[in-house]
């Protein structure tokens, strides 16, 4: 079965630094992708950033970006410039093609102005 | 355009009722999905339903069921209430079987069961 393990419950990072959220996972797939998603106090869960398995080249959307080790089975998430707004709970997730999503439990992100 | 839109916001319910939560899919979106997330954890999968068919249903009790409407909207209803239910269930929608992979959240429902 898929897991995903996110071992960092808790994360702090000074405004405007930089910090990475750690998450590893294990299928015996090849076919497969990973996610990464924000859930602030709102509650609303919104997609950061999507990494295709089958893709060498590491995910970015503008100050996030992914480090994606296939054989390693990692995919770590760096937040650049960290803003205030990026305060949230952060889920790294497995889906695949016709299937469910698989979250890990979460990271809470604090940001220290 | 609109998202995935559901309701109620929030409910209580007492233990040994039974609850409905509604979902409303993003336009063009054949696929619905159900999540329950308890407090502190991530997102548990519950049902996928595609044309008005199952295609998933996750480690969840019979007391867990759902339906989805001619007009892809759908339905979560769950019997026999147990304090352990109380969570925020999230609707997803999706293009269709095939584009799991672009799922789209929808606010959630708390349910709180007392």
Same mark, same amino acid.
């Given at each position: 079965a898929q897991t995903v393990t996110q071992s960092q419950p808790e994360m702090s990072v000074q405004e405007a630094e930089t910090v990475t959220l750690s998450c590893t996972y294990d299928t015996s797939e090849s076919d497969y992708y990973l996610f990464w998603y924000k859930q602030p106090p709102s509650r609303q869960m919104i997609l950061v950033i999507r990494q295709e398995a089958y893709k060498q080249q590491n995910a970015t959307e503008n100050r996030f970006s992914v480090n994606f080790q296939k054989a390693a089975k990692?995919?770590?998430? $760096? !937040?650049?410039?960290?803003q205030l707004g990026d305060a949230a709970m952060y889920?790294?997730?497995?889906?695949?093609?016709?299937? $469910? !999503?698989?979250?890990?439990k979460g990271t809470r992100l604090h940001i220290l102005p | 355009d609109a998202g995935v839109t559901q309701s109620p916001t929030h409910l209580i319910k007492t233990r040994g009722q039974q609850v409905t939560l509604r979902c409303s899919p993003i336009s063009g979106h054949k696929s619905v999905s159900w999540y329950?997330?308890?407090?502190?954890?991530g997102p548990q999968f519950i049902f996928q339903y595609y044309e008005k068919e199952e295609r998933g249903r996750g480690n969840?009790?019979?007391r867990f069921s759902a339906r989805q409407f001619p007009n892809y909207s759908s339905e979560l209803?769950?019997?026999?209430?147990l304090l352990g239910d109380s969570a925020l269930y999230l609707c997803a929608s999706s293009l269709g079987v095939g584009r799991a992979y672009?799922?789209?959240?929808?606010?959630?429902?708390?349910?709180?069961?007392?």
């Open positions: 990692s995919f770590s998430l $760096k !937040i650049s410039d960290s889920f790294c997730a497995y889906g695949r093609r016709d299937d $469910k !999503i698989i979250f890990g | 329950q997330q308890v407090l502190g954890q969840f009790p019979d209803n769950v019997n026999a209430l672009e799922q789209y959240f929808g606010p959630g429902t708390r349910l709180t069961v007392t």
